[in-house]
């Protein structure tokens, strides 16, 4: 096996969508001034998401995912290569990109800015000019999908960790995004707040929305996903279906095997 798999037609999953980000040569070096100067994080990294799949990203801590988000979320410029975002690249695609795409970060409550519960579900289609009454129609719609109509008054603090996260997808939906980044949903959660959050994700996938998961907990979640690719030091070294990938699985990724604890993929998920 090469370090970096294929990744285009022949990686392509069943029943999704087009190519909705085409990534050629990327690389992310650390600016001076920072704290690991010159450095790369992301080393030439080709790689292709189609619409409406569930991609699993899974790496150990510092293999580039949460570097790989931000870059596909265009909060930070590559070093090197192109990012195509459907199509065209990514640096043209301006405000279209943030009423496309979304992110949930690893700490919820550093996206949950409104007083209650469903101002803060609001908050994204006011901020993308939405009318007051729309907005609200956006809000009321997304708490509902999120499970969480009942608790629109309650200020976001009040909330379980999981609670927290599904009210961060909420506003995301709420904008009405198609693809939706999630960076490590199920860091620091208890059971019930792992299942709340797979329930959202399997929501996410009936309603065909795009599905990134960047995580190393893959026996919570790898049944929902379409795909699995590992990330490593930067690099993509591996990239397919979720039994052929674990089964080549090498150890020193840093990724725990759920196939040592789970019959089939098919088990991998904490949801009954």
Not at 15 to 38: C, D, E, Q, W
Not at 175 to 195: K, S, Y
Not at 223 to 245: C, F, N, S, T
Request: charged share 25%; glycine share 10%.
């Amino acid at each position: 096996m090469t370090e970096q798999r294929p990744t285009d037609a022949a990686a392509s999953p069943v029943s999704t969508g087009g190519p909705l980000f085409i990534i050629r040569g990327l690389t992310k070096v650390f600016a001076s001034g920072t704290a690991s100067p010159g450095r790369a994080v992301l080393r030439r990294l080709d790689l292709t998401i189609y619409s409406q799949e569930c991609l699993l990203i899974a790496g150990s801590n510092g293999s580039g995912k949460t570097v790989l988000m931000k870059l596909l979320a265009g909060l930070q410029e590559p070093s090197e290569g192109e990012i195509l975002f459907q199509g065209k690249p990514l640096a043209k695609t301006g405000d279209s990109l943030r009423g496309a795409l979304g992110l949930v970060f690893q700490d919820p409550d550093a996206q949950l800015i409104g007083e209650t519960v469903e101002e803060d579900a609001a908050f994204g289609p006011r901020n993308l000019g939405f009318s007051p009454d729309q907005a609200a129609k956006q809000a009321a719609w997304a708490l509902a999908a999120a499970g969480l109509e009942g608790k629109k008054d309650l200020p976001p603090r009040r909330l379980s960790g999981g609670e927290k996260r599904r009210l961060a997808v909420a506003g995301v939906i709420a904008m009405g995004c198609g693809t939706i980044i999630m960076d490590e949903p199920f860091a620091n959660l208890d059971w019930p707040g792992v299942v709340q959050v797979l329930e959202i994700i399997r929501d996410l996938k009936q309603t065909r929305k795009t599905v990134i998961i960047l995580t190393h907990e893959l026996e919570k979640v790898l049944a929902l996903a379409d795909r699995l690719l590992i990330l490593h030091q930067g690099r993509v070294r591996d990239d397919g279906k979720p039994q052929e990938v674990l089964e080549r699985l090498k150890p020193e990724y840093g990724i725990r095997n759920p196939l040592h604890g789970y019959a089939r993929v098919a088990d991998c998920s904490w949801l009954a």
